[in-house]
Every structure is written in structure tokens, then in C-alpha cells.
T-cell receptor, first 115, second 113 residues
Framework: DTGVSQDPRHKITKRGQNVTFRCDPISEHNRLYWYRQTLGQGPEFLTYFQNEAQLEKSRLLSDRFSAERPKGSFSTLEIQRTEQGDSAMYLC?????????????FGPGTRLTVL | AQTVTQSQPEMSVQEAETVTLSCTYDTSESDYYLFWYKQPPSRQMILVIRQEAYKQQNATENRFSVNFQKAAKSFSLKISDSQLGDAAMYFCAYRSAYDKIIFGKGTRLHILP
């Protein structure tokens, strides 16, 4: 399967713990995006990368959140000192070229539950 | 800031019938792109159809078509010959030249057999 993959699919953690999610984009896709989706809402943009460079970060991305894409391939999203409000689906998407009309292909998401 | 509004939280349609999902957006930009994404229960989001703002012709993909009214900032999705597999959350989305996608809150579509 050559689609976007995310790991883990589900994560349950206690408040205050750190969690890390991984996203593997479609091979040779230059751009990689992270979104957060809470229940009953549409996805909200968090950040995106052009190869290994992080080009934009949303105001939603507090200092407890950090994202990396060290070699321009897979990406990780880390949340430190998790809070109950961090409970959401975290979606990753990738697109092949930095052109306006490129479609973003989404992964299945990682559902985070903070107890 | 750009916004996307979907005023129908839920809709139902009989199998084989036609249904239209509404979407309005607000922007001051002239160059942008509009999308409809489908998110089936517990499955990943997939693109249904997209429209470039500079194109006057409405996009069509098999049973899915849009009614793009640029002046009214309206972008509705019509699904013809509805099938059980069309049941999902549908998100209207806006993408500016700066690449960030802004999604609406979604419309849950139920298909009645």
C-alpha cells in the first residue's frame, strides 16, 4: 500500500505524559501536513513541511507541540505534558508538488485520548 | 481570514435519489481552490471533487458535481443516484495560494435504503 500511513492508530495516555506520533507520507511527496480534528468539527491546520523545512505553524500549535521531518521523509508530532483538551484525531496529509492545485492525500489518523 | 460554512449538520436521502450539500465561504482572495472531501466512519478522508476558482465550468466526477457560484461565494455538492457507500461526513474545504486548507464543520450524510 502506497498511501499515507500513521502510527499508532490509537493512543491512550494520562494527563501530563508525553506522546509522539509518526506519519509516513506517500513516497516522493514533498509536502507534509498535520491537522487536528475534534469531535463534530472539521480538521484544523497545525503545521506543514516542504521537504525538511517547517514552513508554517498554526497558532493552535502551542509550545507543548513540536513537529519534525528530519530527512524530508517521515514526520513526527510530539505533544509534551498532555492535557485533556489535546484529545482529538491527529491527521497527516501529503502532496507531491508545491503547486496550488495539488491534492492532499490523508492518512487514517491517530486518535489520542488523554485521561 | 477565510471561513467555510456548512449550514446542514446532517442530511438524509433515499438510495438512488439526488442530494445537494451546501457550502459557503468567505475570502478576499481571487486565486483559490475549493474541495469536497468525504470521511466515511472510521476511515480516512478522501477527495471527492475540486474546483479552481478561475474556472467558470463546474467540476464533475462521475455522480458528483458542484455548483460553483463565485460571486455568491457558494460551492454546493450534488450527489446523483445516491448509493449506500456514499454515507459519510462531507467536508467543504478552501485552499488559498498559501497552501493551507480550511475545512467547514461538515455535513453527515445518511443514505436510506
Amino acid at each position: 500500500d502506497t498511501g499515507v500511513s500513521q502510527d499508532p492508530r490509537h493512543k491512550i495516555t494520562k494527563r501530563g505524559q508525553n506522546v509522539t506520533f509518526r506519519c509516513d507520507p506517500i513516497s516522493e511527496h514533498n509536502r507534509l501536513y498535520w491537522y487536528r480534528q475534534t469531535l463534530g468539527q472539521g480538521p484544523e491546520f497545525l503545521t506543514y513541511f516542504q521537504n525538511e523545512a517547517q514552513l508554517e505553524k498554526s497558532r493552535l500549535l502551542s509550545d507543548r507541540f513540536s513537529a519534525e521531518r528530519p530527512k524530508g521523509s517521515f514526520s513526527t508530532l510530539e505533544i509534551q505534558r498532555t492535557e485533556q483538551g489535546d484529545s482529538a484525531m491527529y491527521l497527516c496529509a501529503s502532496s507531491p508538488r508545491p503547486e496550488h492545485t495539488d491534492t492532499q492525500y490523508f492518512g487514517p489518523g491517530t486518535r489520542l485520548t488523554v485521561l | 481570514a477565510q471561513t467555510v460554512t456548512q449550514s446542514q449538520p446532517e442530511m438524509s436521502v433515499q438510495e438512488a435519489e439526488t442530494v445537494t450539500l451546501s457550502c459557503t465561504y468567505d475570502t478576499s482572495e481571487s486565486d483559490y481552490y475549493l474541495f469536497w472531501y468525504k470521511q466515511p466512519p472510521s476511515r480516512q478522508m478522501i477527495l471527492v471533487i475540486r474546483q479552481e476558482a478561475y474556472k467558470q465550468q463546474n467540476a464533475t466526477e462521475n455522480r458528483f458535481s458542484v455548483n460553483f457560484q463565485k460571486a455568491a461565494k457558494s460551492f454546493s455538492l450534488k450527489i446523483s443516484d445516491s448509493q449506500l457507500g456514499d454515507a459519510a461526513m462531507y467536508f467543504c474545504a478552501y485552499r488559498s495560494a498559501y497552501d493551507k486548507i480550511i475545512f467547514g464543520k461538515g455535513t453527515r450524510l445518511h443514505i436510506l435504503p
